[in-house]
């Protein structure tokens, strides 16, 4: 796996999505859980951002 983090929770999916053995497949989605986790720890807050969605349509009016 990817030791840097970076990928890791792709990776991590891609075994979990082929794995048989059910103990392998239960660590396998424990240590997805943590991956993404600590993913979304590392990401900013939605409300920091300005990425053009903030709930309202492109005409000012607020989204339904």
């Known amino acids: 796996m990817d030791q840097d983090g970076k990928n890791n929770w792709r ?34 807050s939605p409300r920091t951002r300005n990425d053009g969605d903030s709930g309202q349509s492109l005409r000012g009016a607020p989204a339904v």
């Not at 082929?18 to 720890?41: C, G, H, V, Y």
């Open 11 to 44: 990776e991590l999916c891609r075994a979990a999505a082929s794995e048989l053995d059910p103990e392998k497949l239960m660590q396998l989605i424990a240590e997805l859980t943590k991956a993404l986790d600590e993913r979304d720890k590392n990401r900013k």
